[in-house]
Structure formats: structure tokens, C-alpha cells
């Protein structure tokens, strides 16, 4: 019996030693693969209807592969090897992407181009930057807890007022990074008045000790002194 026309396939974890025969099945539209043991995807190439791919808890590092699936909008790779992910930059359809559990260091430009993604999974990897300086200007990022896993939510409908950091994954974002910065400022500004304020009480009560002819010791005129000479910038 033939496949051709086959469209969805669910063979999970399953030790598969070849996946070949797989890449004839190009009407798949949703495909699940996860728990096989697969090492690369030259099998994946040709299914380019693919819509829904999960290929999960596999030993996979490279995905140069998935670069032609670009009818994905289902994607799945938590639970593998990956580091990097630029081969993910063609696939503009995405909405939903799953890339915790992985060794990924950084999340770059890449992802700005994927206008319609709404979910970004990405706990528990290296990551110590995200950029998403084009998509933050008409993206909503807000950092979620389910069941104890944390995602990035994307909502198209609210516009943005800063980047939230990703705490799992000890983000440095910019936004905060300004923040602190500011609260840092307000607070030397704060205490630069409180200072002043407090010499100018004391310079006050010395001039009128002295004009009531009241007599200090030397090292009370010094201590004086020598705090009217330290400056506060």
C-alpha cells in the first residue's frame, strides 16, 4: 500500500536506524519524531509540507536541515544538542518554538524575522543574551511560570515598553540594565541632597554657636573644617 499521500505520522520513540524511506512521504503535514535516537535530518529535507515537526529528546546538533521546511509553524526541539540556530532563520511561518533543554548560548537577530511567532520556549539552555531589538517594536515579551517551566509569551496586540529578563537563564538585557542604572542615579541624587542638607544644618548652628560666644576645642573647629571640604559629586 502506498504513502504518498500520507499527512500525519506519529512514530515517537522509536529506536529508528533509518529514517530514509521518510523523506518520500512529502504530503506529511505533521510529523512526530521525538524519543528515536536520531544523530541528522537529511531524511527531513524534501517534506517541505510539513506544518507540525517534533523532533524532542533526540541527539541532534545540527538542523542545517530544517531550513527548507519553511510551511512550519510547529516546531519542537527541546531535549536535543543544538547550539546554534540560525538554520532556523527561513522558516517565517513559525508560531510556536521549542528550544528548552538545549546548550544554545545565544538567541540573535534570527528570530526578529519570525513576525509571527507567539510562543519561544527556551529554559533551561546557556543563554546569556537575547536580541530582539526589530521584533520588540510591535511584540509583546512577558516571562510566564507553568508547572514551574518558563516561556517567552508573544502577543501581537500589546504594544511593548521594555525587554523582561529571563531569570533561568541569567539574561542581561538591556532594558533592565537602563533601569538599574536610573534607580542607581536617583538614589546618588537623593543622597547628595540629604548631605547637603545636613552641612548646611551644620554650618548653621556653628555660626550661632559662634555669635553666642560659645568656645570649641581644636579638634572640633578641625572635624568641622574638614567636612566642609569634602565634596559630594
Not at 524519543?35 to 517534506?47: E, M
Given at each position: 500500500m502506498s504513502l504518498t499521500y500520507l499527512e500525519v505520522l506519529e512514530i515517537s520513540?522509536?529506536?529508528?536506524?533509518?529514517?530514509?524511506s521518510i523523506g518520500q512521504l512529502t504530503n506529511l503535514k505533521e510529523l512526530d519524531m521525538?524519543?528515536?535516537?536520531?544523530?541528522?535530518?537529511?531524511?527531513?529535507?524534501?517534506?517541505i509540507n510539513l506544518q507540525t515537526l517534533d523532533l524532542s529528546q533526540n541527539y541532534i546538533n545540527n538542523i542545517n536541515e530544517l531550513q527548507y521546511l519553511k510551511s512550519l509553524t510547529h516546531l519542537k526541539l527541546n531535549n536535543c544538542n543544538i547550539v546554534s540556530i540560525c538554520a532556523l532563520r527561513p522558516l517565517l511561518k513559525l508560531e510556536e518554538l521549542d528550544l528548552s533543554f538545549n546548550n544554545i548560548v545565544y538567541l540573535?537577530?534570527?528570530?526578529?524575522?519570525?513576525?509571527?511567532?507567539?510562543?519561544?520556549?527556551?529554559?533551561?539552555?546557556?543563554?546569556?543574551?537575547?536580541y530582539f531589538a526589530s521584533l520588540v517594536q510591535h511584540q509583546y515579551y512577558k516571562n510566564i511560570d507553568q508547572n514551574g517551566k518558563r516561556c517567552y509569551k508573544i502577543n501581537h496586540q500589546t504594544t511593548p515598553t521594555s525587554k523582561q529578563r529571563r531569570t533561568a537563564n541569567k539574561l542581561r538585557l538591556i532594558e533592565s540594565q537602563n533601569l538599574q542604572l536610573k534607580e542607581i542615579q536617583n538614589q546618588h541624587k537623593s543622597l547628595k541632597t540629604t548631605i547637603n542638607s545636613f552641612k548646611n544644618e551644620i554650618n548653621a548652628t556653628f555660626n550661632n554657636a559662634r555669635q553666642s560666644q560659645i568656645q570649641?576645642?581644636?579638634?572640633?573647629?578641625?572635624?568641622?573644617?574638614?567636612f566642609n571640604?569634602?565634596?559630594?559629586e
Open positions: 520513540f522509536n529506536l529508528l536506524k533509518n529514517v530514509d521525538s524519543g528515536c535516537g536520531l544523530r541528522q535530518l537529511s531524511a527531513l529535507k524534501s517534506l540573535d537577530a534570527n528570530i526578529n524575522e519570525m513576525t509571527k511567532l507567539r510562543f519561544l520556549k527556551v529554559q533551561r539552555n546557556q543563554i546569556n543574551y537575547i570649641f576645642t581644636s579638634s572640633v573647629i578641625r572635624l568641622f573644617q574638614y571640604q569634602v565634596g559630594f
